[in-house]
C-alpha cells in the first residue's frame, strides 16, 4: 500500500462564513458521523501519519471534533486542522486538550466573509489568547494565513496587531512570505499570500503541462467517503471511489487514479480540473 506524506478527511462541509476565496460547496451538507471516521481511520491504517481535517467546511463546527481528535490518538495519528478561528474562543480547550493535535492553521483573510459577525480586534484577540494558552501548555504548531495580499481592507491593521502581540520592533512588510513563513514566535509563523483562487471545472483551461503532488503526498476523503486526488478538489469532480464502499487499495490502484499518477510522472495533467488548477502551477 502506497504510503502519503498526509490524508486530509473533510469531517463536515459546512461552513459558518461564506468567503470569496472560499465558495461554499455544492454538494449536500453533512457532518461525518463518528462511526464513519471510525471505520475510515481502520481503512487507511499505515497510509499516513498526519491527517487534516479540512477540504470544505469549518472543522470547528462539528459537535464530535474532541471525540475525533481522541480516535486519532488511539490510532497514533497527528492531526492538523484549518479554521476560519471565528469559533477558536469556544473549541480553544478542547483543542489544546487533545494530545494527536499538531498544527492548527487560521485563515485570518476570512474576516472579509460578509457573515463575519465579530469586532476585528475581538477576533484577533481570541487567536492570541489560544497561541498563549497552547504555549503554556504544550508544544502546537501554528500558522496565521493572510491570503489575500495586496487586497484593500483592513490587512495593515492586523499585520500591525500581530507585531505588537508578538513584540515585533519593525512593521511587517505585506509581502508574499517564503514557504516556511515569517517567524513571529516558536512555532508560531506568519504567511502571507496572494488570493487563492480553487480550480473550477467550468472554467478555462490553462493548458496539460505540469506537476502536482495529488495521489503521491496527498489524498483527500469527502464527508460522504468520496475519494478524490487532493485536497483542491472541493466538489468531487475526480472521484476515484467511496471508502465506504471499497478498500483504499483498490481505489488508488483503480484505473482512474493510475492514469492521474502516469500523467503527472510524464508532466502531464489529464484530468480537466487538474488542467484548470493554477495551484500547479508552483511545483512545476
Request: charged content about 25%.
Amino acid at each position: 500500500m502506497r504510503k502519503f506524506k498526509k490524508i486530509y478527511i473533510e469531517i463536515t462541509n459546512i461552513c459558518n462564513l461564506s468567503c470569496a476565496f472560499c465558495p461554499k460547496s455544492k454538494r449536500s451538507p453533512g457532518m461525518m458521523p463518528a462511526e464513519v471516521f471510525e471505520e475510515i481511520l481502520a481503512k487507511i491504517r499505515g497510509c499516513s501519519e498526519y491527517l487534516y481535517f479540512h477540504v470544505k467546511g469549518e472543522p470547528l463546527l462539528h459537535p464530535e471534533l474532541g471525540g475525533f481528535l481522541e480516535l486519532a490518538a488511539r490510532h497514533g495519528l497527528r492531526v492538523n486542522i484549518t479554521t476560519n478561528g471565528t469559533l477558536i474562543g469556544k473549541m480553544g480547550k478542547v483543542l489544546i486538550s487533545s494530545p494527536a493535535l499538531r498544527q492548527v492553521n487560521f485563515s485570518l483573510h476570512s474576516f472579509e466573509s460578509k457573515e463575519f459577525s465579530k469586532t476585528l480586534d475581538g477576533y484577533l484577540r481570541d487567536i492570541f489568547l489560544f497561541i498563549s494558552d497552547a504555549k503554556k501548555q504544550r508544544e502546537l504548531n501554528i500558522a496565521l494565513r493572510l491570503w489575500n495580499s495586496k487586497a484593500k481592507g483592513q490587512n495593515r491593521h492586523i499585520l500591525d496587531e500581530i507585531a505588537k502581540e508578538f513584540g515585533l520592533e519593525a512593521p511587517i512588510v505585506e509581502e508574499p512570505s517564503h514557504i516556511r513563513g515569517i517567524k513571529m514566535d516558536e512555532k508560531v509563523f506568519l504567511h502571507i499570500a496572494e488570493p487563492f483562487e480553487w480550480p473550477d471545472i467550468g472554467a478555462e483551461e490553462l493548458g496539460s503541462s505540469g506537476f502536482c503532488y495529488g495521489l503521491r503526498d496527498q489524498i483527500a476523503i469527502l464527508v460522504d467517503g468520496t475519494v478524490v486526488p487532493c485536497c483542491l478538489d472541493g466538489e468531487g469532480a475526480i472521484a476515484l471511489g467511496n471508502i465506504l464502499e471499497k478498500d483504499l487499495a483498490s481505489i488508488i490502484e483503480g484505473e482512474r487514479a493510475k492514469h492521474i499518477y502516469e500523467g503527472f510522472s510524464r508532466r502531464v495533467a489529464v484530468e480537466g480540473l487538474c488542467r484548470k488548477c493554477s495551484y500547479r502551477s508552483r511545483f512545476s
